[in-house]
């Protein structure tokens, strides 16, 4: 496995991929790296990619306040990890690499649905997303490119993007991988207390409480909606950000659910902001 921390690098690296007849798949992440992230390049070995994984922490996603400076690096352990998989290439670019010219003056906005669900709580975080993931794009030029159905609402902002810029790639999108009690895996559940990490498991259960819902055949979004609420609200430290049953494509709100419309759910549990969706149906 080697680790590249330049753009030139890295896209030579993907150039020769291609000149030997393969096909490059990007795992773009933060580091922090557990069995979710793993389950994307695992998808990516297993349709016959060749894998770059990307670790960087990226600025322009954070909004002010929020964990930038203290969100987990733990590269060594990453990368332990990654060559345990068979990943080839790490590109893990210094911020002065992905923003040469330092702030950025060029930037991408999915106008719309940036602004709902976390684009609502996070003004500039899809923007911030898009431009990396579009640079990210640019530098590695995969054939696909993994993303987790744990950001729901990041996979339809990307969605677009790629529709709507004609970029020449495949958006794959893995199931949300679990800790056994039910709990999303996130880079952020390393901030919970003990305490919290059973807090946290409001949020599956309010997931659960949502589809239990649905199968038993309410069609109200708002009803839906209530039903995961509840466990939010019951639970204590827990303050909801949204609840939110949408349109996946659009993250617009719908009246009556149909199978494939987007449950989802933001809570604070403390000071951690956690996310949980299911795809109804
Ligand atoms: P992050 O490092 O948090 O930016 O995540 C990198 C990628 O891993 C994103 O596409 C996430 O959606 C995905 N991911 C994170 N957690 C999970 C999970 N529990 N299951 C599946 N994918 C995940």
């Not at 060029?106 to 719309?112: D, I, L, N, P, S």
């Amino acid at each position: 496995m080697r680790v590249v921390g330049t753009v030139a690098e890295l896209r030579e690296w993907s150039r020769g991929v291609r000149q030997a007849g393969g096909a490059v798949g990007l795992v773009p992440t933060m580091g922090a790296l557990h069995e979710g992230h793993l389950s994307l390049v695992r998808e990516a070995e297993r349709r016959g990619d060749r894998v770059a994984v990307s670790v960087f922490v990226n600025p322009t996603q954070f909004g002010p306040g929020e964990d930038f400076e203290r969100y987990p690096r733990t590269f060594e352990a990453d990368c332990a990890m990654l060559e345990r998989e068979g990943v080839e290439v790490v590109f893990a670019p210094g911020v002065g690499e992905m923003y040469p010219a330092g702030a950025a003056a060029t930037f991408v906005e999915v106008a719309g649905l940036s602004d709902r669900l976390d684009g609502a709580s996070r003004p500039g975080h899809f923007r911030g997303v898009a431009t990396v993931v579009t640079k990210l794009f640019a530098a590695s030029e995969p054939e696909r490119a993994y993303f987790g159905q744990k950001d729901a609402a990041q996979v339809a902002v990307l969605r677009r993007m790629v529709a709507d810029l004609l970029l020449p790639v495949d958006l794959v999108v893995c199931p949300i991988v679990r800790e056994a009690d039910g709990l999303a895996m996130s880079s952020r559940n390393r901030y919970l207390s003990a305490e919290e990490r059973g807090r946290a498991l409001a949020l599956s259960r309010a997931v659960r409480a949502g589809e239990a819902a649905f199968r038993a055949g309410e069609r109200g979004a708002e009803r839906v909606a209530d039903a995961a609420r509840r466990e939010l609200e019951s639970a204590p430290g827990v303050r909801v950000d949204y609840v939110a049953v949408v349109d996946w494509a659009t993250l617009e709100p719908v009246e009556r659910v149909e199978a494939g419309c987007l449950l989802a759910v933001a809570a604070w549990v403390g000071q951690t902001r956690l996310l949980d969706n299911a795809i109804l149906g």
